[in-house]
Structure formats: structure tokens, C-alpha cells
């Protein structure tokens, strides 16, 4: 261990768990169009959003997460990397990437990656655009965006992706259906344009839809191509 590196602290999982369920639980209170859910991602759809990583025989990779929150895909994405990888992490929310960065200063699989590891605090929207990414690994909660906002997101997702890049990201399973039951009109049309955006322009090309079903609530998985049609 080199000088000035954390020491790694004999933590319970159990404290860690309840801290990070309390520490999503206020942002999803106080930052609720940002943080669009109350608990973080399960285990299960985080392996699944970060499956193209497990290939046993693949190229170093440049990879993007966009909102981390507190972790709960960014610790095995840490776990998954392999020398010559590279992982740039974009939040928004200043409370999350300070308990995020904290989380990280001890944690193994960062201290082993961390000269390969850079954070951008601020939109996804405004990531510099000088790295082609060859994998974005994206949490936003599109249907709590107006559709200029996603939009936006996407118009630089494609500027820092090159035809390959594949980007996973996820959707609550039945959230058309609930959306088009229940939701106040203004809101129900909104969501309407966001998922017309994402699903039936023809904007992007899908290669794949995975179910998690044990996750709160349960989520598709799509992975897609952001910037071939
Ligand atoms: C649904 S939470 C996902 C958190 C975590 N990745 C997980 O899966 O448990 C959405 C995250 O995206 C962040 N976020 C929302 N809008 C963003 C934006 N435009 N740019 C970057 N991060 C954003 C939020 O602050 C929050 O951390």
C-alpha cells in the first residue's frame, strides 16, 4: 500500500446496505426527478446492465456510467475491469458522488483500478466530448425527463460514441401500461414522447431486452447501438 492510500476498513455489509438504502431513500425525497426510484439497482440487474464487460476474450474498453448514485452498479462494473479499461462516471447529484467517492476510497476494486478511473460531476448532457466511449452503462431516469432533456442526452451520448459502442440502460417492467392507466394526462403525454423517442423512431439500433425480475420494481434491460440507426 502506498502512502496516503485508505486504509481498507472491516465494514458490515448489513450497516453499509441500510446507510446506502437511507442515503438513496433522501435523494429520491429531495431530488426526485433526478434520482426516479427509491431503492438502488438489485445485484441481478446490475450484472445485467454490465454483461458485455464478463466476455472472457474482449479488447481493453473505455467505459462510461452515467448515473452512479450510490454505487450498486459501479462497485461489480470496478469488480469486471480488466487492465487497459478505463471508466469515466458522470452524476449529476453532488450529495451522490460525494458518498459515492467516499464509498470508494476503500474499497479494493478501486484502489486496484483507480489511475483508470475519472469522475465528471455534472450532466450527462455535458460530457466533454475529446473520449469515444466503446461502452456506456446508463441508470437515467428517462421518463422523469422532458423529451428535449433526453433528446439532449442522447445527441451527446452519440458525439462520444462511435458505431460499436454499446450502451445498456433499463426501464421498469409495465410502466407503459401503468403509465397509460393512472398517470395525470400531462404526465401520461410526456412519458408517451420520451418512450416514442426510445422505442419507435427507429433512433437506435436494439440488439437486446433482458428481464430482471428481482429487482424493486422489475426492469427490462435493453441494450442497444446509441448512434447506428
Ligand atoms: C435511478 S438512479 C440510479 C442510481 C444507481 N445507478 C442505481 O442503479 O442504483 C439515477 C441516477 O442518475 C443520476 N442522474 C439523473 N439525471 C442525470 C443527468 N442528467 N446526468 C447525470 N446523472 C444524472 C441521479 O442523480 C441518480 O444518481
Redesign the pocket.
Known amino acids: 500500500m502506498r502512502h496516503g492510500d485508505a486504509e481498507p476498513e472491516n465494514r458490515d455489509p448489513i450497516v453499509d446496505m441500510i446507510k446506502e438504502n437511507l442515503v438513496?431513500l433522501r435523494?429520491f425525497l429531495l431530488?426526485f426527478k433526478?434520482?426516479?426510484?427509491c431503492f438502488?439497482?438489485s445485484r441481478w440487474a446490475?450484472q445485467a446492465l454490465i454483461a458485455p464487460l464478463r466476455e472472457e476474450e474482449r479488447a481493453p474498453k473505455k467505459i462510461l456510467e452515467?448515473?452512479?448514485?450510490?454505487g450498486?452498479?459501479?462497485l461489480p462494473m470496478l469488480r469486471e475491469m480488466r487492465d487497459g479499461d478505463s471508466l469515466t462516471i458522470?452524476?449529476?447529484?453532488p450529495r451522490?458522488m460525494k458518498a459515492l467517492k467516499d464509498k470508494l476510497a476503500c474499497n479494493e476494486h478501486f484502489l486496484r483500478n483507480r489511475e483508470r478511473v475519472t469522475f465528471f460531476e455534472?450532466?450527462?448532457?455535458e460530457i466533454p466530448t475529446h473520449t469515444r466511449y466503446d461502452m456506456i452503462v446508463c441508470?437515467?431516469?428517462f421518463v422523469n425527463f422532458d423529451l428535449e432533456?433526453v433528446q439532449a442526452?442522447f445527441h451527446r451520448l452519440r458525439q462520444v460514441s462511435s458505431p460499436e459502442t454499446l450502451m445498456t440502460y433499463y426501464e421498469y417492467i409495465g410502466m407503459r401500461t401503468f403509465n397509460d392507466a393512472l398517470a395525470p394526462s400531462d404526465r401520461a403525454e410526456r412519458i408517451r414522447e420520451v418512450n416514442d423517442y426510445l422505442k419507435s423512431s427507429g433512433s437506435f439500433n436494439y440488439l437486446g431486452k433482458e428481464r430482471v425480475w428481482l429487482n424493486l420494481l422489475p426492469v427490462n434491460i435493453y441494450t442497444i447501438k446509441p448512434s447506428a440507426a
Open positions: 438513496f435523494e431530488e433526478t434520482t426516479g426510484a438502488p439497482t446490475a452515467l448515473g452512479p448514485g450510490t450498486s452498479v459501479t458522470c452524476e449529476i447529484n451522490f455534472g450532466a450527462a448532457q441508470a437515467l431516469p432533456t442526452i
